[in-house]
């Protein structure tokens, strides 16, 4: 070890550290910019309508809702989850095969067009996605797609190479064609801990910047909500953590002005109370969580801002299962209504529900007895109206 | 693709060092495991640091993991996965995605690593800091260039033998 080598060394050692300092990315805003309108007509319902049938046309004072299933050529399917794309059109996601968490099960997705769901394809498999990430994968699930302000379609889901959802790590495909075609799988690292337990459920919130937040879980050891900050050329640029109570996921983040937004988090915990935190700077710290008086039987809920300025929330209001989907309404995120029974019958389950809001006209879809995928279309004048 | 060519390259690299280290059948035999199973452990353990790395090519090179910065490893992925893990409520790897705090800990490690005469070990890391602003990794976050779980092991198991021998 000689004087110069020791001076060479430390001087390359300074300059490298010197090219990584990098600053932080810059604050968040949230971009509350409006999703894009439905087409002004929505035709006809041809296929398995099982509620009250649907008029031709929509009307913002006549109540309306309508039921129809979305079934692959598979016994099972979980973790539905749905968005618009530019031209208006639905798309929606979810998982499927012979049974959850089986080495057959897939990524499954349908178009919603002319008012009725096209025969479901395959978007992303096990051996595909080992394929394009040189790794082995044994499972796959929890696809969320991110409509991104370049137009690209990112399709986010989960993957295991070993034991259960707790080991999942993230991937993402990308199509730029509305979901026609993706391109290869990538793996995201998010976990210093050989990239362990970082899983998606929830629709992600735009950014002023371009950019998206998504929401995230970590429940390898503890669980609690995170989020990643993808710019707007997509990369990861940030990693934030809500909270580390350890009892919490499936964060559902809704923001309700450039720098504020509101998160609800499913109890895995004793207290079966769903729960709350708040952020007042674009994302980036947040409040203690705090128990609201709903109840949640450490099940997924999904939240939406309606254009009248309240939030629509889809949960399992009951403490003891998943036999009961409702939908609630609120003002302040804090105290939610009950409106809407959406299932309710004892020994069955309806879960895992993703909700979309495109002025008046509403989507939802949950899984039903983890069999299929149902997608429950109504708009706003239903929603206020009389259980039908 | 090539960030996952690169994961796929750094265990090979790593695997190779072993074998050609060879001090010992377990030494070959884990070497070339690891050769052979590499798209399996990149899905399981994902890529390896250049820590790890440095230290399989120390291996090699017969350079000596002295007790300071066997503890030192250990100590920061103590910290570090306590903290990815939950039971720290700060999030210690989230520093990593715009460098600036744990530039104090690389400067630390670089030196350590030289002043204990593993140059392996200082190279692989100095390389870990020209290779992460090329985004040539997988990971957008340095920590993962820096360190891994297997080099905290490898830490900690080579002060343990320090203890032992020095017991008895």
Redesign the interface.
Known sequence: ?TFKG?LL?GL??AC??A???????SEMRFALAKQPKISASTPQMEVQRLRAPVPAAHSASTPQMEVQRLRAPVPAAHSASIIALRNGERIAFWFGGSREGATDVSVWASRYQNGKWIKPWIVATPAQS?K??????KKVGNPVPVLDSQGRLQLFYVSV??GGWATS?LNRMTSTDNGQSWG?A??I?T?????LSTLVRTHAVQLEDGGFLLPVY?E?????GELLQFNREG???????MN?E?ENLQPAVIAHSPTDAFALLRNSGPSRQLMLQQSHDGGAHWSPIQQLNIKNPDSAIAVERIPDGRLIMAHNPRSDGRSELALSVSQDGKNWKKIKVIENTPGMEFSYPTLLVNDEIMDLVYTWERSEIHHVRFNRAWLDGAQP | ?M???S??LLWALTATSLIAAGNNRLQRGLGLLILLAS??L?????FPSLATLGLATGLLLKHKLRPLLAAWLLLSGLV??AS????????I??L?????VI?IW??IS??LA?QQ?HRAL?YAW?AA??L??LGVL???????AM???IAMIVGGVSLLRWLWGKKH
């Not at chain 2, 990149?42 to 994902?46: F, K, R, V």
């Not at chain 2, 990815?84 to 999030?91: H, K, N, P, S």
């Not at chain 2, 990593?96 to 600036?100: I, L, S």
């Open positions: 070890m020791t060394f390359a050692a490298l550290l090219i990584n300092a990098q600053k932080a990315p080992s394009d990430q040189w790794r082995y994968i190479s070993m790590t290869p990538s793996k690292i976990s210093p801990f050989f990239n970590h390898l050891a503890r669980k609690f990369q990861l640029v940030r990693k934030i953590r580390a350890g | 693709m960030a996952a060519f994961g796929l798209p399996w990149l899905g399981l353990l994902s570090l996965y990815a893990l939950g039971f720290i409520a700060y999030d790897y989230a990593g995605y715009a460098p600036q530039l690389c400067a670089l030196g030289w005469g200082a100095l800091l020209a992460y602003p997988e990971s957008r976050n340095l920590w993962d360190l891994d779980p």
